[in-house]
């Protein structure tokens, strides 16, 4: 079992801010553990995801925004739905991810390249070209061989394209990314 650390004082600006990104209430959660009961990947997080929302109820900043379980995250949604006060924790963990960006906390390196890759392929393409996704992937973190064994089965099932996909749409997506950017700007 872990050990949470409390004996930092409580940053209520942390508090706030969650909330008001997420628009989740934090004072809802009792604590129950059914989220981390369905998160698929509780077993590689250095904080369960109830740990987490505690240690937002009591304004733990630096110990939430540098933990290594935002960045294993999903985003399956499966804590959401089991949420028996319908908190959207899964909305609070992609919050939390941002501000650990913003505030420079991001500690797994591969898989900051890899949401980075994914996010530029979408904000390139409309949707994601997988091909390129691995590529700036591999060629960034050095792994050259990732998931070849898999790649050989799924090109030939053409299930990895070469081209990137056509799509209806791509310009207005490229227009989210556009605003997003201005705001986090301004
Ligand atoms: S399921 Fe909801 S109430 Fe229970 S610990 Fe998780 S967030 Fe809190
Ligand atoms: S959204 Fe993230 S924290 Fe929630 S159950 Fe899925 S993997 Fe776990």
């Given at each position: 079992m872990n050990t949470i650390r409390l004996?930092?004082?409580?940053?209520a600006d942390f508090i706030n801010q969650v909330e008001k990104e997420?628009?989740?209430?934090?004072?809802?959660?009792?604590?129950?553990g059914n989220c981390t009961a369905g998160c698929p990947y509780t077993t590689f997080y250095d904080l369960p995801v109830n740990q987490v929302m505690r240690l937002v109820q009591v304004g733990q900043r630096e110990q939430v925004l540098s933990c290594k379980s935002l960045w294993l995250?999903?985003?399956?949604e499966s804590c959401t739905t089991r949420c028996p006060n319908d908190i959207d924790v899964a909305r609070i963990m992609d919050v939390l991810r941002h501000m650990s960006r913003r505030a420079g906390h991001a500690t797994e390196r591969r898989v900051k390249i890899f949401w980075d890759a994914f996010l530029s392929s979408v904000e390139r393409?409309?949707?994601?070209h997988e091909m390129g996704l691995m590529a700036t992937y591999m060629t960034k973190t050095g792994?050259?061989?990732?998931d070849i064994d898999l790649g050989m089965h799924l090109i030939p099932n053409g299930k990895l394209s070469l081209k990137p996909h056509t799509m209806i749409g791509k310009k207005e997506v490229s227009e989210i990314f556009k605003r997003f950017n201005e705001e986090r700007s301004s």
């Open positions: 004996n930092t004082a409580c940053d997420s628009e989740q209430d934090m004072s809802l959660c009792y604590q129950c995250c999903a985003s399956c393409h409309g949707r994601v792994r050259m061989f990732t």
